[in-house]
């Protein structure tokens, strides 16, 4: 049996500001944009040679979902951004105005930092050790 996680939802308020975002200020590419119908879109982005993955941007509907956005995991962080090369990529999103909340750190597994999306959502950007 083999199984994969091939896309997660991530709550946005706007279709068009979301991928600006992830696509302009963290450089990755936009997979898809489908029109649904006049008020929704299948809108998926991934990071550069990402294959298997992919982030689905659901635009949020009604008061529930739109409470959510920027918090979908309780204020934790939500996603994990694996990069080769830290300090490439660290230097990069401080050029292009990222908000990192967390300082540069060595760990046990890697260097990481905490970045802010533009909604709020916390990232770890990490460059694990070989293994």
Do not use: C
Not at 98 to 123: C, I, S
């Amino acid at each position: 049996m083999t199984q994969t996680i091939g896309q997660i939802s991530l709550l946005v308020k706007d279709y068009d500001e979301a991928i600006a975002f992830y696509t302009q200020k963290l450089g990755f590419e936009l997979v898809e944009d489908t029109v649904i119908n006049s008020t929704k879109r299948w809108v998926r982005i991934a990071p550069p040679n990402s294959a298997s993955f992919s982030l689905l941007l659901a635009r949020a509907v009604g008061t529930e979902q739109s409470n959510h956005v920027g918090n979908q995991t309780g204020g934790r962080v939500f996603l994990f951004l694996y990069t080769d090369n830290f300090d490439r990529d660290y230097n990069l999103y401080l050029q292009n105005g990222v908000k990192f909340v967390r300082t540069p750190q060595v760990e046990p597994y890697g260097t990481v930092a905490v970045f802010e999306d533009l909604y709020g959502n916390l990232w770890d950007l990490i460059e694990a050790n070989e293994q």
